[in-house]
C-alpha cells in the first residue's frame, strides 16, 4: 500500500535514497541540494540504512570518493548543486569512462557569476556531454520515482553508466506536495540486490582502473561509450513498464501532453511544464489545438521518437531555463536536430525563460502560444532565440 | 600485434589481467643506451637496486648482461655506478652511434 505524504521535492528524494539504501555517499552540502543530503544523514545516523557516509571537503572529493567506491563495487549515490556540479565536472568524464553506475540527484540550480542560489538548468545542462544518463521530473512525485528508476537504469547489465536525476532547486526541491511513497519492500525488490561488475574489491582477482590509453585505443573506448547510450532508452522503457507494476505511475522517455491533434505545442523541461499545461488547458477550451511535450530523457537524447511526436504540428516553441551564450538554448538544439531528418517539419521557435529562477508564470506560456497561433496564420518566424520574462 | 576492435573492449577500460606489465616493452624510448663494463664492476648491485624498472639482470647473485626490451635510457644506473678506482662499470651512448 502506498504512503500519501506531503513533503519536498528534496525530502522525497531522500526517502527515495533510505528506500534504495547505498552502500556509500560521499557528499558536500550545497544550496538547494544540502537538505536532501542533511536528510538522508539523518537516516545513517539513525541506523535507517547502511550506508557509509563519507563527509568529503569538496565536490571534486565528493565525486572521486564515489568513483573509488563504485569501482570498489558498492552501489554509490551522491547529490549536488549548480558550482558543486561545476566542480565535479572532471570527475564526470571519469565515472562515466569508467561505466561506474552512480546516481545523482541533481538539484537544478544557476551558475555564478552573478551568484544567485536560485532555479534554473544551466548546471545540468552543462554537464550534458559528460557521459551521464539524465533524468528530468517535473514535480517531487517525478523526482521520487526517477530516482528509484535510475539505480536499476544505471546499474543494468547492459548499462552500467551514472545517472543524473534532475528537478527544479527551490520551485520543487523546497516546495511540499502530495506525494505517494512506495513501501520500502517494493523499492528494495525493485532496484534488487545491487550486482558488481569487475569490483576492486574481489582481491582474489586483482584488476586496473584507469590506464593511459592513447592513440591505439582511446577512439575505439569513446566509440564503445557511444554503443551503451544507445542501449539506454530500450532500458528506460522497460523499467519504467515494471515501475508502473508497482506504482500505478506510467512513464516513457518524454511526456507528450494533448499533442495527438495539437498545431501547436511547448516543449519544455521540469517544473514549468506543469504551469503550462493549465495554460494549454485554457487554450483547447477556447477551440485552439495546442499541446506539450517535455522531455524526461534527455541523456540520451531520443532523437527519433521527439521528432516522431512533434513533426505533425504547424509550430513549437522550446524554453530553455539554461543559455548557451552564442547559441540557441540547449534543449531548442536537440529539439531542431531531431526535426531536421524529418521532411515537414513544423517552424519552431526558441525562448529562455527563468534564469536564475525568475517565475515561469502562466502569462509567459500564453504569450509564447499566441506568438506560436500567429506563426501558424503568417508562416513567418519574427525571431528564432528570444529571451522572455526580461526587463526591456 | 593486432589492435582490438571497439566490440571487444573491457567495459570502463579495466584492465582485468594482474602483472602484465612485463608485456609493456618500452625500450624502444630509449635515445642513450647503457653499457656494462664488466672488468670495473665490483659487484655493488647498486644498479639492479636503483634501476626503476626491471633492465638490470642478475644471476646467481652477480650482475648480469642488460634486459634492454625495458631500459629507457634513463641514466641513473650510469649515474649511481661507482666503478672501480674512478673508472665506471657503466657508460651512456647515443643510440644508433
Known amino acids: 500500500?502506498?504512503?500519501?505524504?506531503?513533503?519536498?521535492?528534496?525530502?522525497?528524494?531522500?526517502?527515495?535514497?533510505?528506500?534504495?539504501?547505498?552502500?556509500?555517499?560521499?557528499?558536500?552540502?550545497?544550496?538547494?541540494?544540502?537538505?536532501?543530503?542533511?536528510?538522508?544523514?539523518?537516516?545513517?545516523?539513525?541506523?535507517q540504512v547502511d550506508t557509509e557516509l563519507i563527509l568529503v571537503e569538496s565536490e571534486h572529493s565528493a565525486m572521486s570518493a564515489c568513483i573509488g567506491a563504485a569501482a570498489g563495487g558498492g552501489r554509490v549515490a551522491t547529490a549536488t548543486s549548480s558550482?558543486?556540479?561545476?566542480?565535479?565536472?572532471?570527475?564526470?568524464?571519469?565515472?562515466?569512462?569508467?561505466?561506474?553506475?552512480?546516481?545523482?540527484?541533481?538539484?537544478?540550480?544557476?551558475?555564478?557569476?552573478p551568484i544567485n542560489i536560485?532555479?534554473?538548468?544551466?548546471?545540468?545542462?552543462?554537464?550534458?556531454?559528460?557521459?551521464?544518463?539524465?533524468?528530468?521530473?517535473?514535480?517531487?512525485?517525478?523526482?521520487?520515482?526517477?530516482?528509484?528508476?535510475?539505480?536499476?537504469?544505471?546499474?543494468?547489465?547492459?548499462?552500467?553508466?551514472?545517472?543524473?536525476?534532475?528537478?527544479?532547486?527551490?520551485?520543487?526541491?523546497?516546495?511540499?506536495?502530495?506525494?505517494?511513497?512506495?513501501?520500502?519492500?517494493?523499492?528494495?525488490?525493485?532496484?534488487?540486490?545491487?550486482?558488481?561488475?569487475?569490483?576492486?574489491?574481489?582481491?582474489?582477482?586483482?584488476?586496473?582502473?584507469?590506464?593511459?590509453?592513447l592513440t591505439d585505443l582511446y577512439h575505439e573506448y569513446k566509440r564503445a561509450q557511444h554503443e551503451v547510450m544507445t542501449r539506454v532508452k530500450g532500458v528506460v522503457l522497460n523499467v519504467a513498464e515494471e515501475f508502473e507494476k508497482i506504482?500505478?505511475?506510467?512513464?516513457?522517455?518524454?511526456?507528450?501532453?494533448?499533442?495527438?491533434?495539437?498545431?501547436?505545442?511547448?516543449?519544455?523541461?521540469?517544473?514549468?511544464?506543469?504551469?503550462?499545461?493549465?495554460?494549454?488547458?485554457?487554450?483547447?477550451?477556447?477551440?485552439?489545438?495546442?499541446?506539450?511535450?517535455?522531455?524526461?530523457?534527455?541523456?540520451?537524447?531520443?532523437?527519433?521518437?521527439?521528432?516522431?511526436?512533434?513533426?505533425?504540428?504547424?509550430?513549437?516553441?522550446?524554453?530553455?531555463?539554461?543559455?548557451s551564450f552564442g547559441g540557441y538554448?540547449?534543449?531548442?538544439?536537440?529539439?531542431?536536430?531531431?526535426?531536421?531528418?524529418?521532411?515537414?517539419?513544423?517552424?519552431?521557435?526558441?525562448?529562455?525563460?527563468?534564469?536564475?529562477?525568475?517565475?515561469?508564470?502562466?502569462?509567459?506560456a500564453e504569450q509564447v502560444l499566441s506568438e506560436l497561433v500567429d506563426i501558424t496564420k503568417t508562416n513567418k518566424v519574427r525571431i528564432v532565440k528570444e529571451y522572455i520574462g526580461v526587463r526591456e | 600485434m593486432k589492435l582490438k576492435g571497439w566490440k571487444e573492449l573491457t567495459p570502463g577500460v579495466v584492465i582485468l589481467e594482474a602483472g602484465n606489465a612485463a608485456e609493456f616493452k618500452t625500450g624502444s624510448w630509449r635515445a642513450f643506451k647503457p653499457i656494462w663494463i664488466e672488468e670495473n664492476c665490483i659487484q655493488c648491485l647498486f644498479c639492479w637496486l636503483y634501476c626503476p624498472d626491471m633492465a638490470i639482470k642478475v644471476k646467481d647473485g652477480k650482475r648480469a648482461e642488460y634486459d634492454y626490451d625495458y631500459c629507457k635510457g634513463c641514466g641513473i644506473c650510469a649515474l649511481e655506478c661507482p666503478g672501480k678506482k674512478g673508472q665506471k662499470a657503466i657508460v651512456m651512448v647515443e643510440e644508433g652511434k
Not at chain 1, 528506500?19 to 544523514?41: G, K
Not at chain 1, 564526470?92 to 551558475?111: D, E, K, T, W
Not at chain 1, 526535426?339 to 515561469?360: A, C, S, T, W
Open chain 1, 1 to 47: 500500500m502506498a504512503r500519501v505524504v506531503a513533503v519536498t521535492g528534496n525530502e522525497a528524494v531522500a526517502e527515495a535514497l533510505r528506500q534504495t539504501n547505498p552502500d556509500v555517499c560521499a557528499a558536500y552540502p550545497i544550496t538547494p541540494a544540502t537538505e536532501l543530503m542533511q536528510r538522508f544523514a539523518a537516516f545513517v545516523s539513525n541506523g
Open chain 1, 247 to 323: 506504482s500505478g505511475r506510467r512513464y516513457g522517455l518524454f511526456e507528450a501532453y494533448r499533442l495527438d491533434d495539437a498545431e501547436i505545442a511547448l516543449v519544455i523541461l521540469n517544473s514549468a511544464a506543469g504551469t503550462s499545461k493549465d495554460v494549454i488547458d485554457e487554450f483547447r477550451e477556447r477551440g485552439i489545438k495546442t499541446g506539450l511535450l517535455k522531455p524526461r530523457l534527455f541523456r540520451p537524447f531520443p532523437y527519433e521518437e521527439i521528432a516522431d511526436a512533434l513533426k505533425h504540428l504547424k509550430a513549437i516553441c522550446v524554453l530553455d531555463r539554461a543559455d
Open chain 1, 83 to 113: 558550482q558543486g556540479l561545476a566542480l565535479m565536472w572532471e570527475m564526470l568524464f571519469i565515472a562515466s569512462g569508467m561505466r561506474l553506475p552512480i546516481v545523482m540527484p541533481i538539484v537544478n540550480r544557476s551558475l555564478s557569476a
Open chain 1, 329 to 364: 538554448g540547449p534543449l531548442f538544439a536537440e529539439v531542431s536536430s531531431a526535426l531536421f531528418q524529418v521532411r515537414e517539419r513544423p517552424k519552431m521557435i526558441n525562448k529562455i525563460y527563468g534564469l536564475g529562477g525568475r517565475d515561469f508564470l502562466p502569462h509567459h
Open chain 1, 118 to 213: 536560485h532555479g534554473d538548468h544551466s548546471d545540468a545542462m552543462g554537464a550534458r556531454d559528460s557521459g551521464w544518463i539524465q533524468l528530468w521530473s517535473e514535480n517531487g512525485q517525478e523526482a521520487y520515482d526517477n530516482t528509484i528508476q535510475a539505480f536499476r537504469i544505471a546499474e543494468h547489465m547492459d548499462i552500467r553508466l551514472p545517472a543524473m536525476v534532475c528537478m527544479d532547486g527551490f520551485i520543487i526541491s523546497h516546495s511540499i506536495e502530495r506525494v505517494e511513497y512506495l513501501e520500502d519492500n517494493e523499492v528494495r525488490n525493485f532496484v534488487g540486490e545491487y550486482k558488481t561488475l569487475n569490483p576492486l574489491l574481489d582481491i582474489d582477482n586483482p584488476k586496473s582502473y584507469g590506464p593511459l590509453i
